[in-house]
Nanobody
C-alpha cells in the first residue's frame, strides 16, 4: 500500500523559510510526476509546483522565484523549499505522486503552513 508522509510544516513569520518533505513508501512502480498542492481556508485546492522524473520543474505564478521543488528518486522523496513566505502562502500543503504507467494519483495527508507575525 502506497503511503505519502509529509513533514516540515509549521508557523513562520513573513519573509521566513520552510522546507517541506514528502516521502513515499510502499511504492512498487515507477513514479512519474511528483508535486505539491495547497488549500487555504475557504478556497479550492491549487497546484503549487510539480517536477517530472527527469527533474523538470514547474511553478504557479504566485510562488515563482520564491519556492524550489526538488526530488530524490532513490528515496522516492519530493521537497519544497519555500523562501520569502507571505501571509497568503498560509494553507494546508499536500503532496501528490503520479504513477508513471497508469497516471494513478496518490495523496499525502497534508501539512499545515502558517505565515504570521
Amino acid at each position: 500500500q502506497v503511503r505519502l508522509v509529509e513533514s516540515g510544516g509549521g508557523l513562520v513569520q513573513p519573509g521566513g523559510s520552510l522546507r517541506l518533505s514528502c516521502a513515499a513508501s510502499g511504492v512498487i512502480f515507477s513514479i512519474g510526476i511528483m508535486g505539491w498542492y495547497r488549500q487555504a481556508p475557504g478556497k479550492q485546492r491549487e497546484l503549487v509546483s510539480f517536477i517530472s522524473s527527469g527533474g523538470r520543474a514547474n511553478y504557479a505564478d504566485s510562488v515563482q522565484g520564491r519556492f524550489t521543488i526538488s526530488r530524490d528518486n532513490a528515496k522516492n522523496t519530493v521537497y519544497l523549499q519555500m523562501n520569502s513566505l507571505k501571509a497568503e502562502d498560509t494553507a494546508v500543503y499536500y503532496c501528490n505522486v503520479v504513477r508513471a504507467e497508469t497516471g494513478s494519483e496518490y495523496w499525502g495527508q497534508g501539512t499545515q503552513v502558517t505565515v504570521s507575525s
